[in-house]
């Protein structure tokens, strides 16, 4: 069975708006506990090739991180964008992926589809599917 993370109708939404505003990739953090995303914050991509490849502002992680050494919501994975509309993760997301079981979220199209980094994934080797339950608040 996937796992199951819940994310709110406005993380949700913050992460599409964010997405549909760029035509490079976009990512950003997300922050929460086992099972759930309790908040989501953009980030610069400061990759060299944004427009096909993403790479999270290691200032903004390192911030993230102290915060939730000081007692908020720790890092649980990350969101980026595909302008192809793909939602599955590329070949390029599986290799640079540690399998640490970090919730990835993909946008594409409008839509959003969550994935788990894993070993022996079952996408890529590398991924499994994760069950994003959208709540109201
Ligand atoms: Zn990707």
Redesign the pocket.
Known sequence: MAMRVKISITDRQRILDHAAASRA?VCGLLLGGVGRIAAVEGCANVSREPAT??ELDPAALIAAWRAARKGGSSVIGHY?S?PTGDMC??R??AREAAADGAVWI?VGAGQLAAWRAVEHGALHGRFDPVELVVTAE
Request: zero cysteines.
């Open positions: 990739e490849r993403f980026h595909h993760p590329s390029t997301d993909i």
